[in-house]
Nanobody
Framework: QVHVVESGGGSVQAGGSLKLSCEASGVAYGCLGWFRQAPGKEREGVAAISTGGTVEYYADSVKGRFTISLGNVKNTMYLQMDSLKPEDTGMYIC???????????????????WGQGTQVTVSS
């Protein structure tokens, strides 16, 4: 059974940094990702990485500012967020998808398991 838990949200001023953590137990191979949802907006994909670490991609809005990475412990993942902007404010949700191979992570549309989310607030 897959269980996803994230942590690390908080409040920061524009230009600051935060690091989010996620643990997705029960995933042998697949894909781990971050999504966010702002009030009144649809959930959007932010970044994703394959459990093998060779495939990663980002939303255009965060490229060059956010970095996704795998931890040393299996199925732990981080999102380093730098140069934060007020428009980055939202609930950040970790997600997981299971596949047969460690580097199959085709798109933001494959995720089936979701965490509860952690709030990120960026003030101007």
């Amino acid at each position: 059974q897959v269980h996803v838990v994230e942590s690390g949200g908080g409040s920061v001023q524009a230009g600051g940094s935060l690091k989010l953590s996620c643990e997705a137990s029960g995933v042998a191979y697949g894909c781990l990702g971050w999504f966010r949802q702002a009030p009144g907006k649809e959930r959007e994909g932010v970044a994703a990485i394959s459990t093998g670490g060779t495939v990663e991609y980002y939303a255009d809005s965060v490229k060059g500012r956010f970095t996704i990475s795998l931890g040393n412990v299996k199925n732990t993942m981080y999102l380093q967020m730098d140069s934060l902007k007020p428009e980055d404010t939202g609930m950040y949700i970790c997600a997981a998808a299971q596949f047969q191979f460690p580097d199959n992570c085709p798109s933001f549309g494959v995720f089936a398991y979701w965490g509860q989310g952690t709030q990120v607030t960026v003030s101007s």
